[in-house]
């Protein structure tokens, strides 16, 4: 179990200037949850996956932003155009999917600079 | 919208107990407590969870309320390493039927040596 693992750490990128993170889950687990934060608050809800199906979007996760998981294994959340406000820490969790209360395994996040 | 509050920020003297408390006034009868923490430049991780009883684990204890609407988190032994963003959440059903973790902006525990 080498726990959730997020590439890459860190990205300073422009402004219009699209980016994608990687996340891999913990092998075997179903449930995959992309959170985001800035400076000062909780992580926010972005989407929920259960397998390959993206179950749940936020309201934050704007036309610009999308998530896949193929095959059910790793994800991408990708931004298009990113602006300023797209800065902050994302962040992936997984959780095996065996129980509604189970907990959320998280990485150490993608930390996003848009200049 | 997070359904929990928390105070913004606690203080504790190094290996003195610490109780974070959680209010949680709209939980509803299936609701579990949830508490994660979050040390500098690091995701969250899963401290302790619970639907009545008190539960204890090699972490923390969590005590609940008779009426279930405040629970409070406890150290028994602060160290500095327990510095960190502690997060009370009650899960939210989403609109697909499962279910998702709502974060509030936590309380900042500050350990002083």
């Not at chain 1, 997020?6 to 891999?24: A, E, L, S, Y």
């Not at chain 1, 931004?79 to 209360?101: F, H, V």
């Not at chain 2, 359904?3 to 939980?27: A, D, G, Y």
């Not at chain 2, 090699?58 to 602060?78: G, N, V």
């Amino acid at each position: 179990d080498t726990g959730v693992s997020q590439d890459p750490r860190h990205k300073i990128t422009k402004r219009g200037q699209n980016v994608t993170f990687r996340c891999d889950p913990i092998s075997e687990h179903n449930r995959l949850y992309w959170y985001r934060q800035t400076l000062g608050q909780g992580p926010e809800f972005l989407t929920y996956f259960q397998n390959e199906a993206q179950l749940e979007k936020s309201r934050l996760l704007s036309d610009r932003f999308s998530a896949e998981r193929p095959k059910g294994s790793f994800s991408t959340l990708e931004i298009q155009r990113t602006e300023q406000g797209d800065s902050a820490m994302y962040l992936c969790a997984s959780s095996p999917g065996r129980d509604t209360n189970e907990k959320l395994f998280f990485g150490s996040g993608t930390q996003l600079s848009v200049l | 919208d997070a359904k929990t509050t928390q105070p913004n920020s606690m203080e504790s003297n190094e290996e003195e107990p610490v109780h974070l408390p959680c209010n949680h006034s709209t939980i509803s009868g299936t609701d579990y407590i949830h508490w994660y923490r979050q040390l500098p430049s690091q995701g969250p991780e899963y401290v302790i969870h619970g639907l009545t009883s008190n539960v204890n684990n090699r972490m923390a204890s969590l005590a609940i309320a008779e009426d279930r609407k405040s629970s409070t988190l406890i150290l028994h032994r602060a160290t500095l390493r327990d510095a960190a963003v502690y997060y009370c959440i009650l899960r939210d059903r989403a609109t697909s039927g499962t279910y998702k973790y709502i974060f509030g902006t936590g309380t900042r525990l500050k350990v002083l040596a």
